[in-house]
């Protein structure tokens, strides 16, 4: 167990519409990733938050935001959802150096 | 920007023979280097880590990775794996800046050890 935790497991949707990732960092951390893993992609960086402004910004869609909350959690909102939106969502966090760490991510699924 | 090429998608083994997963990486600054470890349907697992010091890192495991900064590499070898090892594996790298920075990952390693 990691410490990160990630809500929900899975999540089953259809095409146009919007969900929102939920995340809660190892305590401490104040530093928030988040990735999308696909097969055709495979592990990609969308967005970094650091005590709750953004830090850096991968290849994140402009349909798909992000915040993280006072708490240091964050949520991940994906909007317009397109059938090629379907992958793993993982979130991480770090406190120094680089090292983070997973959470078990959630399963989005647009039909 | 840095970028990561693992140079084996597959790598099938016997179990208790010795293994190597090849990692090799590209950046314009210092960096430090991850190798992730994912098990079927579970999120990844870091499995061993070079920040700084010694080249030669260990997990708790028996997994080892050597940093060779003058070929770009950061190979990962177990001299003796079993069934319990079978995963995709994930090198990854990040710029070693004073603020915790994004990873950029390799495409991954499937390794399946048979008995």
């Known amino acids: 167990d990691s410490g990160v935790t990630q809500t929900p497991k899975h999540l089953i949707t259809a095409t146009g519409q919007r969900v929102t990732l939920r995340c809660s960092p190892r305590?401490?951390?104040?530093?928030v990733y988040w990735y999308q893993q696909s097969l055709d992609q495979g592990l990609q960086f969308l967005i970094q938050?650091?005590?709750?402004?953004?830090?850096a910004k991968g290849n994140i869609l402009e349909r798909f935001s992000a915040q993280q909350f006072p708490d240091l959690h964050s949520e991940l909102n994906l909007s317009s959802l397109e059938l090629g939106d379907s992958a793993l969502y993982f979130c991480?966090?770090?406190?120094?150096?680089?090292?983070?760490?997973f959470g078990p991510g959630t399963r989005l699924t647009v039909t | 920007a840095q970028s990561v090429t693992q140079l084996d998608s597959q790598v099938p083994v016997f179990e208790e023979a010795p293994v190597e997963l090849r990692c090799n990486y590209s950046?314009?600054?210092?960096?430090?280097l991850f190798w992730y470890v994912q098990y079927p349907n579970q999120g990844l697992q870091l499995l061993l880590k070079?920040?700084?010091?010694?080249?030669l890192v260990e997990s708790i495991n028996g997994f080892e990775a050597e940093f060779n900064k003058s070929q770009t590499s950061f190979h990962l070898r177990k001299p003796s794996v079993h069934i319990s090892d079978t995963a995709e594996y994930f090198c990854?790298?990040?710029?070693?800046?004073?603020?915790?920075?994004?990873?950029?990952f390799g495409a991954g390693t499937r390794l399946a050890v048979h008995p």
């Open positions: 991480a966090s770090s406190v120094v150096n680089g090292e983070q760490y």
């Open positions: 305590s401490g951390d104040l530093s």
């Open positions: 938050y650091y005590n709750g402004e953004e830090r």
């Open positions: 950046s314009s600054v210092s960096v430090y």
């Open positions: 070079y920040l700084s010091g010694s080249t």
């Open positions: 990854a790298v990040s710029a070693a800046t004073g603020t915790p920075g994004k990873l950029i």
